[in-house]
């Protein structure tokens, strides 16, 4: 049976979020993003207070079990939580997102080495946003080919060695890195002793201070300017082999389909929320604005600029549910959420321009908040693989 029917917890959660991101996310984003020194928002006082706000209540152990300290919830719930704080902001919305990509492998590893114990237990009591992961996987020479996983030709070049009871690390990640900067622990795909392709490359959950690990400047870019991204750089970094846990091999390519399942489900639902702020500000705007004698919104073509929007933005939930609820039956599938994520994320792309366009010249303007929604867009198209790539492979599965 179809049910859209949300419990009255769920409810209660979904309306205390969208609270949280009208008073908090929004106006410490619109504060952060018109920073021009990266570096200077991520330090800055906003940044610390927004975060740990956003702590306080859990927001970034949302998807951890509450037998390790954190809040359970299922995936639907959480894709209802993150369409929420992306209305306040994506970038915030994608920081708390990628934070807990570390603890989740950590609860794995707690008997493998004193770090997962002493990081997850840090991570989940963290009341001021000081505890973060991030997921390096993209390479200055490998973005795209990463995500056409399978094919044998296709590797990276950073690498650990095995050398007795250790791992010797070298290489460098992308300046996409989302949290790179700021991240105090990384998950980190790299290729393992020598092998090729998705299956001969494996993934280590590593402390982020090693010796011989450096990070570049945070990136300085078009939108999601509230979410830090960075160069990670290895120089024969020394890890116990217990901090590999994810080996290559066959169940590899499985593994990572899901974790990429999950990634495009969630870019999607960010899309969804951008698109639904712009939708919000523009509505609001249309009827309030007057011009030949009558609020705009009563001119044909901009009621159905917002009609369409509307339509959209709940024709893309509808199949990001979808792809949520086969996550939330164990039943993730790849196609789905890849389909939801790039129709989600070029609607966001055209509705957000669309609501620019229902500003009128007040929409380039700083002043008003939906240019930063445009750009923000932007990066979602791109995000966790490009749209075109990310389509060219769920169409293989048809
Ligand atoms: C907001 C954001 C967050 C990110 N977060 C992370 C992160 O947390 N960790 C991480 O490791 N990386 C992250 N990335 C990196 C992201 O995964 C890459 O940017 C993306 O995979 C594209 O790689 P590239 O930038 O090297 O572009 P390229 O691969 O160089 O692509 C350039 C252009 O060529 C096209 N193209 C490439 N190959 C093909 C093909 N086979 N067929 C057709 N067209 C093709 C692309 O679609 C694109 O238009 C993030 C990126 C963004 C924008």
Request: charged fraction near 25%.
């Amino acid at each position: 049976m179809v049910d859209f029917a949300l419990t009255e917890e769920v409810e209660k959660i979904r309306d205390m979020t969208r609270e949280f991101a009208k008073k908090e996310l929004r106006p410490a984003a619109a504060e952060l993003d018109l920073i021009q020194d990266p570096e200077e928002a991520y330090t800055s006082d906003t940044m610390r207070r927004v975060l740990s706000r956003a702590y306080e209540i859990g927001f970034h152990k949302m998807t951890l079990g509450t037998d390790v300290g954190g809040l359970g919830a299922p995936a639907m719930t959480s894709t209802i939580v993150q369409e929420e704080l992306a209305v306040g902001d994506a970038g915030l919305a994608s920081h708390l997102l990628v934070a807990p990509m570390i603890a989740g492998s950590a609860v794995a590893g707690r008997d493998r080495h004193p770090f997962y114990g002493e990081y997850l237990d840090a991570f989940v009591n963290d009341t001021k946003g000081e505890h973060g992961g991030a997921w390096a996987i993209t390479e200055p020479q490998h973005g795209s080919d990463l995500f056409q996983f399978g094919q044998p030709a296709i590797h990276m070049e950073a690498k650990a060695i095995r050398d007795g009871d250790d791992y010797v690390i070298s290489g460098q990640k992308s300046a996409f890195v989302s949290n790179g900067w700021m991240a105090d622990a990384f998950l980190l795909m790299v290729k393992l002793d020598g092998g090729d392709g998705m299956e001969g490359t494996a993934t280590f959950a590593i402390p982020g201070d090693l010796p011989g690990m450096s990070r570049g400047k945070p990136l300085d870019k078009l939108g999601l300017r509230t979410l830090n991204q960075a160069e990670v750089f290895f120089d024969d970094v020394r890890i116990p082999r217990e901090f590999l846990v994810m080996p290559g091999g066959p169940a590899y390519k499985l593994l990572i389909e899901r974790i990429v399942t999950a990634g495009n489900t969630a870019v999607g639902t960010l899309a969804v929320g951008v698109a639904r702020a712009a939708y919000e500000e523009a509505l609001a705007y249309a009827k309030e604005r007057v011009q030949g004698d009558k609020v705009i919104f009563e001119h044909q073509v901009i009621k159905m600029k917002l009609f369409n929007a509307f339509r959209q933005i709940e024709a893309s939930r509808a199949l990001l549910w979808k792809s949520s609820w086969l996550l939330n039956t164990g039943k993730p599938h790849l196609p789905t959420a890849m389909a939801a994520r790039t129709l989600a994320s070029d609607m966001a792309m055209q509705v957000t321009a669309d609501m620019v366009q229902v500003f009128g010249g007040y929409g380039i303007s700083k002043e008003n908040p939906v240019e930063k929604f445009y750009r923000d867009a932007k990066l979602l198209q791109i995000m966790d693989g490009t749209n075109e790539v990310v389509s060219l492979r769920a169409a293989e599965e048809l």
